[in-house]
């Protein structure tokens, strides 16, 4: 599975949005890009997915660089429910989810 | 209605000993994991079961054996408990072969001392 980077940790002010990047350089054209979130004291969950075209659901956005090399999720109105460890991770259809570090997200209130 | 619960949540024991470990998903996803996260909150799969199929074993030490009685159920069994199997162990489902996200359960949190 490519490699992807992401900042350590972001800080952001609740009510605003927040943009969390994502560098995938490596990535192959069968490479989906999956974005994941870890509350504290709880397992992993599904945010968003997508391949090429930008999606929205209703937990957030992600935007894709039209090369694919990287992409943004966007949580819209950030919440204090919305400090965890995000993470994005390559996956080819039908592989296995391996994760990263991730990025702290720390929302103030 | 939990999709993806496990138990016991929490698990104290002494070395040596032997414990097991239950994942139940309510979801008909075909396909079920366990992960390990260490004190390092890094999350590494450890096996992944297909229809009562092992399909992933990530070099996992032999005295951790997973069973899947039927497509529902993943339990993991350690045996000869080490202070270094201290973690929060998750299981999560999905279905094989589509590109829908995995469902994880709360996780357990295994203390061995």
Known sequence: DAKTTQPNSMESNEEEP??????HS?????DYIHWYRQLPSQGPEYVIHGLTSNVN?????????????SSTLILHRATLRDAAVYYCI???????LVFGAGTILRVKS | DTAVSQTP???????????????????GHDTMY???????K???IMFSYNNKELIINETVPNRFSPKSPDKAHLNL???????????????????????????FGSGTRLTVV
């Open chain 1, 18 to 23: 927040v943009h969390l990047p994502c560098n």
């Open chain 1, 26 to 30: 490596t990535i192959s054209g069968t």
């Open chain 1, 57 to 69: 659901n209703r937990m957030a956005s992600l935007a894709i660089a039209e090369d694919r090399k």
């Open chain 1, 90 to 96: 390559l996956i080819e259809y039908g592989n296995k």
């Open chain 2, 9 to 27: 949540k929490y698990l104290v024991t002494q070395m040596g000993n032997d414990k097991s470990i239950k994942c139940e998903q309510n979801l």
């Open chain 2, 34 to 40: 366990w992960y390990k996260q260490d004190s390092k």
């Open chain 2, 42 to 44: 890094f999350l590494k």
């Open chain 2, 77 to 103: 069994h350690i045996n000869s408990l080490e202070l270094g199997d201290s973690a929060v162990y998750f299981c999560a489902s999905r279905d094989y072969g589509t590109n829908y996200g995995y469902t």
